[in-house]
């Protein structure tokens, strides 16, 4: 019997890169994102290559009730699933003051409530089975805070923590947990953010998403905590706790200042 690995945000991006990896490493697949159109193309494509089982779950993870949907689909089902990777998520950009509260309340929910909601559900019968691997998307933005995407660069931050803190109390259990914290990476992602235009876009590392994918499947099958791909953003990342936080957050405004 193959593995089962569960995918959210897999309709496009990381996710989608992610679903096709775990696809040709032998795992049947349970895909959920908002688009069925999207996902629907990615089951075909990746059952036709690989010869693997796909489900897909149309869910929008901004709808408190989807993880648990998402958990009793598996469950009725009768899949076990072996991997978790929680992928979705999305950012915005501009000052605080004149954001969208909505919109940033939907990222919290996406980008933290549904992450820990999944991860909780799924856990507990990982632990029970004693095995299991959870890979968590966060990103280089979770190592400072981030002017201009305040919220976005916070939600990474408590991802980054939340999954280190886990990772250290299931050892022993044969469940792991692995943050995957990728810097800017070429994907619809930016477009969705608005970002296109900030300067430090430019400047900095930009990894292939397939690198990325691997990466962190790699790191994920070896149990480690922390994975980041790229040697510059690996320094960049660590780097950033020997100066003051103040001189950081300057740092990281001025990088993330939009171009004219």
């Not at 943050?179 to 292939?208: I, S, W």
């Not at 980041?228 to 003051?244: D, E, I, Q």
């Amino acid at each position: 019997m193959r593995p089962v690995a569960l995918v959210t945000g897999a309709s496009m991006g990381l996710g989608a890169e992610f679903a096709r990896l775990l696809a040709s490493e032998g795992h049947d697949l349970v895909l959920t994102a908002r688009s069925a159109d999207r996902l629907d193309a990615l089951k075909k494509e990746i059952e036709g290559l690989h010869g693997v089982t796909v489900r897909i779950v149309v869910q929008d993870l901004g709808d408190p009730r989807a993880p648990v949907a998402i958990y009793d689909d598996a469950r009725s089902a009768g899949l076990e699933i072996d991997v978790l990777v929680n992928n979705a998520g999305f950012g915005m950009y501009g000052l605080f003051h004149q954001s969208d509260l909505q919109t940033e309340l939907d990222m919290i929910q996406v980008n933290i409530t549904a992450v820990v909601h999944l991860t909780k559900l799924f856990v507990r019968d990982m632990v029970a089975r004693k095995r299991g691997r959870i890979l968590n998307v966060a990103s280089t933005a979770g190592f400072q805070p981030g002017p201009l995407q305040s919220v976005y660069y916070a939600t990474k931050a408590f991802v980054l923590s939340f999954t280190e803190a886990i990772a250290n109390e299931l050892r022993g259990t044969g469940v792991t947990a692995t943050a995957l914290c990728p810097g800017p990476t070429p994907t619809e992602f930016q477009k969705r953010a608005n970002v296109g235009k900030v300067r430090g876009l430019k400047l900095m590392m930009r990894v292939d998403p397939d690198v990325v994918v691997r990466a962190g499947y790699a790191g994920m099958m070896k149990g480690k905590a922390v994975v980041v791909p790229g040697v510059l953003n690996n320094v960049m990342a660590f780097t950033v706790r020997l100066f003051p936080r103040r001189m950081v957050t300057a740092v990281v405004r001025r990088i993330q200042t939009a171009s004219d």
